[in-house]
């Protein structure tokens, strides 16, 4: 469905996931949102985000290791995160950088 190292906007991600109803506004357009078993991620490595929020994300190639940051206030107890974590939703991580 997205190979990696493609370049996608935000909107054509929506668009592929939901082509009867793309997604915008509130969580999709700041940070991350559930589709279906999906949750898209939206990330910043090295610049802030547009709420001015700039987490200490961090991606090594070598390694291939992602290290994100989840919105302030958010915790490993919360049911989406549960899910994450249970293998009931899988995440899609789409990473602008610097």
């Known amino acids: 469905m997205f190979k990696r190292g493609v370049t996608y906007s935000r909107k054509e991600i929506g668009i592929i996931l939901r082509p009867d109803n793309p997604p915008h506004g509130g969580n999709w357009a700041t940070g ?3 589709i ?7 990330m910043n490595i090295g610049i802030p985000g ?3 929020h700039d987490f200490a994300n961090y991606y090594d190639p070598e390694t291939q290791t992602l290290i994100g940051y989840g919105k302030p206030r958010s915790h490993s107890g919360q049911p989406t995160f549960q899910k994450l974590m249970d293998g009931s939703l899988k995440p899609l991580f789409f990473c602008q950088m610097e």
Do not use: A, E, P
Request: hydrophobic share 30%; glycine share 16%; charged share 25%.
């Open 32 to 34: 991350y949102d559930r």
């Open 50 to 52: 547009r709420t001015g």
């Open 36 to 42: 279906g078993n999906n949750l898209i991620v939206f």
